[in-house]
């Protein structure tokens, strides 16, 4: 079984930065792909950003590509998202999830394994 756990959310201000980390855990690590999603009261959830373990392939939704990077340590056991330039509408709960490198990575359905989520509140 799959664990994903979720830290650094927290307040920040409009334009400052904060560091989400993603630590996994349970089946070999290497199979995976891992991404971020986000869900704001009353939204759906949506795709953040996404990276492989093996190829390194690395995608973002365009509302943050350019202030958010992707990255994993070199162990492969924790996924981190840094978030520069926030904004208020990046404000939402955050997931990490594991989904196998051939499904879509934008979408929902294609993970199979997700953690707890992580609040990030953006003041104006």
């Known amino acids: 079984q799959v664990q994903l756990v979720e830290s650094g959310g927290g307040l920040v201000q409009a334009g400052g930065s904060l560091r989400l980390s993603c630590r996994y855990s349970?089946?070999?690590?290497?199979?995976?792909?891992m991404g971020w999603f986000r869900q704001a009261p009353g939204k759906e959830r949506e795709f953040v950003a996404s990276i492989t373990w093996i190829e390194d392939s690395i995608y973002y939704a365009d509302s943050v590509k350019g202030r958010f990077t992707i990255s994993r340590d070199g162990i492969e056991t924790t996924v981190d998202l840094q978030m520069n330039s926030l904004k208020p509408e990046d404000s939402a709960v955050y997931y990490c999830?594991?989904?196998?490198?051939?499904?879509?990575?934008?979408?929902?359905?294609?993970?199979?394994?997700w953690g707890q989520g992580t609040q990030v509140t953006v003041s104006p």
């Open positions: 349970g089946r070999s690590s290497s199979s995976y792909a």
């Open positions: 999830a594991a989904r196998w490198p051939t499904k879509t990575y934008s979408r929902v359905d294609s993970y199979d394994d």
